[in-house]
Each structure stands twice: as structure tokens, then as C-alpha cells.
């Protein structure tokens, strides 16, 4: 074989290589994602760029006040970014703006006090069993559970941990 052709099919056999490994990484241990929305300011901005840790929820359940990648429930296609505020049995309330999980108010810490709105739950809702209540930081702008109810924990693709675009914003989330 010609030594043009075999470092040819070598460099091609690195690239299928290099491509391979990537998306293996991406669907079991990291996957970045566009936050098209300003729903989670000032944790995300719009436009931002968070990696997805697709590990964590393998050997733990979702918690109160992670922020959390799952599949849209309205739309389908373009998955969501939104925070954790209530799991399967906790009974949640919604007083103007201020969120209470089993009669104690959520300190929300991630809150702009501007932003928190003045939105109220007329009844407490208790949250199934294997089901998540997920609202955006940025309450005045989030489309959440507060419109289509709560999410199935498997609907959950992993755990937003770190915004890597662009530069200014690079830093992990809480």
C-alpha cells in the first residue's frame, strides 16, 4: 500500500474513532445543551451553554433545588432547564411568589426578588410519587410546572452543572 493512502485511512480512522468516543461521552456522561430562554436568570442567561452531568441521577434521586435538564412536556423536542422545587410527596404551596413545601417556606437563595413575581397556588398540591415540581428562577418569565403540572422523574436527562459559554458566564450552577 502507498504510505499516502495508509496515513490516509489512518487519519480517517482517527477521526471515526475520535467521533465515536464523543457521542459515547455525550449519551451517558456529559452532553451540553442551549438554554434558548431567560426563565433561569440570574442562575442562566439566555442563550447560555450548560453541560449535563447524565450520571448523578443514576445513583441518586432528583433533589429540591437542583437544576435539572428533562424533555419538554409541551412540546416535545427542545429539552428544559429549569430547578427542582418539589419531589414526590411533598405537599407544595404557592403564596405569592414564595413556595412552601410541607407548610415551610423554601428558602431560595438563587431568587432576584424582582423576579420571584406574585404568582399563587389557589390549593396546595401534593406531588406524586416519581414525579418532580420544576419553575425557573426568573418566575415572571418561566414556562413551568405551574402550567403543565409536574414531571415524571425518568422524563429527567441528568443534571445542569456548569455553564461553559459564553466566557463571561463560564462557572458552575447552583
Not at 62 to 67: A, L, Q, S, T
Not at 136 to 157: A, H, K
Request: glycine residues 10%.
Amino acid at each position: 500500500m502507498h504510505p499516502l493512502m495508509r496515513r490516509v485511512g489512518e487519519v480517517v480512522l482517527m477521526v471515526a474513532a475520535a467521533f465515536g468516543l464523543a457521542m459515547l461521552i455525550q449519551a451517558f456522561v456529559v452532553k451540553p445543551y442551549v438554554v434558548p430562554t431567560g426563565s433561569m436568570i440570574p442562575a442562566i442567561q439566555l442563550n447560555d451553554r450548560v453541560l449535563c452531568d447524565r450520571i448523578t441521577f443514576r445513583f441518586r434521586a432528583p433533589r429540591v433545588g437542583d437544576v435539572v435538564v428533562f424533555e419538554n412536556p409541551m412540546r416535545g423536542g427542545i429539552p428544559l432547564v429549569k430547578r427542582v422545587l418539589a419531589v414526590g410527596g411533598q405537599t407544595l404551596e404557592i403564596n405569592k411568589g414564595y413556595v412552601f413545601l410541607d407548610g415551610d417556606m423554601l428558602e431560595e437563595p438563587y431568587i432576584v426578588p424582582e423576579r420571584r413575581g406574585i404568582y399563587t397556588l389557589e390549593v396546595p398540591i401534593l406531588i406524586p410519587e416519581e414525579e418532580l415540581w420544576m419553575m425557573g428562577d426568573n418566575r415572571i418569565e418561566s414556562g413551568d410546572s405551574r402550567y403543565f403540572g409536574s414531571i415524571p422523574v425518568d422524563s429527567v436527562l441528568g443534571r445542569a452543572f456548569f455553564t461553559y459559554w459564553p466566557p463571561m458566564h463560564l462557572g458552575a450552577l447552583r
